[in-house]
């Protein structure tokens, strides 16, 4: 139960950076930080680094959410641009969903993916 929630949070995390790398204004890529700030941070505490994990939330995005916000309320606009307003921009945040539904549906039917363990004696570390 525990990895499906794992992988939930990875695709999250791999959906809000579809977000930011297709953000049409500076306020939707700062909550796609956000949301995929939040999703790292719950990988992190599902392995078991909770010390590492509320240290990322709270000075990362805390510090992030500062500069965020002077940044965005000196750039605001009347009218901002959003997802759906330039059809370049959702055909490329809908092609990255895509992608990633894909990669997923092929890990969910059968693909393999193979976890090396004490690979070159860094036992802590997983390789997929």
Known sequence: MAMYIVFIMSTI???SLVGVSSKPSPIYGGLGLIVGGAMGCGIVFSFGGSFLGLM???IYLGGMLVVFGYTTAMATEQYPEVWVSNKVV???F???LVLELLVVLYILEGGKVN???EFNGLGDW???
Do not use: D, M, Q, S
Request: charged fraction near 0%; glycine fraction near 16%; hydrophobic fraction near 80%.
């Open 56 to 58: 990322v939330f709270l």
């Open 94 to 96: 809908v092609l990255g």
């Open 126 to 128: 997983v390789i997929y």
């Open 90 to 92: 959702l055909g490329g």
């Open 13 to 15: 995390f791999v959906i």
């Open 115 to 117: 976890i090396v363990f």
